[in-house]
């Protein structure tokens, strides 16, 4: 990719050494750094959890709720998504035109050019609409 | 009481408020009727491309044609413009155009509110960018809350219908979610 490359930062954490073991066989065979090898393990987690609606969910409850920021969603769900999202949040206090009805709606035989149709489905399979 | 404000809708919205009043089906909510109530409290425009998108969605004998029937009954509460004849460059953005035709409608009308039920996909985005001014758009769901603000619906009915809409039309869950806890959790 044609990114300048990003500043960096230690972490230190503990892990059972036996996994550790594990991640060091594996960087040697692949020949690549135990660092590479986990920056690109916690990169295909990240990749994985996008698409899982469950992790969306979250990610999209906590940017509602104002726990999480634009640029955290936007760096984890897409810049479309992340937008969606954000115009969404805006719309929500909006205030629409009043309505205005004067005391009592005019009555369904008043109001619509015949009486109103009703569907049901046919048997049980066709209780799902086929279109949208 | 003042005017009836001017407000203009695309084609999903009509049939999308005509829905559970067709729909015969225990799980269809009951005892409102979102389509008459929007018609009558607000002065409703669409271009006339609308009109032809609903009588498309006639003829067969579905849950869909069903509440186009019933917009078509209605469509005399309608104020319909031949958007074709005045528009001069349609708008570029890959919408339906319904939809397109609405939003040029509603800016050259300077209408109050522009509804669509385009939320799901990233067309609500382009919507939002065709406005002139965004602040106007709202989606079904969200002027069901509204109205219930205003007494016209009970919050039972909203909520029974926005869970019916969420199962049968798979609209957003967490919007619709959020809409409920703006609106009707007190």
């Known amino acids: 990719m044609d990114m300048m490359p990003e500043e960096k930062t230690r972490v230190d954490f503990n892990a059972p050494v036996s996994l550790v073991d594990q991640a060091d066989v594996v960087a040697d065979l692949l020949d690549v750094s135990r660092t590479q090898l986990l920056i690109e393990a916690l990169r295909d987690e990240i990749e994985e959890l996008a698409t899982d609606d469950g992790f969306r969910q979250m990610i999209s409850d906590a940017y509602y709720s104002g726990e999480t920021d634009f640029e955290t969603v936007e760096s984890i769900l897409g810049t479309e998504e992340a937008m969606r999202m954000k115009l969404f949040r805006a719309s929500l206090n909006r205030d629409p035109p ?20 009703e569907w049901t489905p046919h048997d049980e399979a066709d209780d799902t609409e086929s279109r949208t | 009481m003042g005017e009836r404000a001017i407000i203009v809708v695309a084609t999903n919205v009509l049939l999308n408020l005509a829905t559970p009043v067709v729909d015969g089906r225990s799980r269809a909510p009951t005892g409102e009727d979102p389509l008459r109530t929007v018609l009558t409290g607000y002065d409703v425009h669409v271009p006339s491309s609308v009109l032809g998108e609903v009588s498309e969605a006639r003829g067969s004998d579905d849950l869909l044609s069903a509440a186009a029937d019933l917009v078509f009954q209605a469509s005399h509460h309608l104020t319909t413009h031949d958007v074709d004849a005045d528009i001069e460059e349609p708008l570029d953005f890959g919408l339906d155009r319904g939809e397109s035709h609405g939003i040029w409608l509603a800016n050259e009308l300077s209408a109050a509110m522009f509804v669509t039920d385009e939320f799901n996909t990233r067309n609500y985005l382009f919507v939002s960018l065709a406005l002139d001014d965004r602040n106007i758009l709202f989606t079904t769901p969200h002027i069901l809350c509204v109205l219930t603000d205003h007494g016209l619906f009970t919050p ?31």
């Open chain 1, 98 to 117: 009043e309505p205005q009805i004067e005391s009592e709606l005019p009555p369904p035989a008043e109001f619509y050019d015949g009486d109103i149709p």
């Open chain 2, 156 to 186: 039972q009915y909203v909520d029974a219908a926005l869970t019916y809409y969420v199962e049968t039309k798979q609209w957003d869950r967490q919007y619709v979610d959020q809409l409920r806890n703006t609106y009707l959790t007190e």
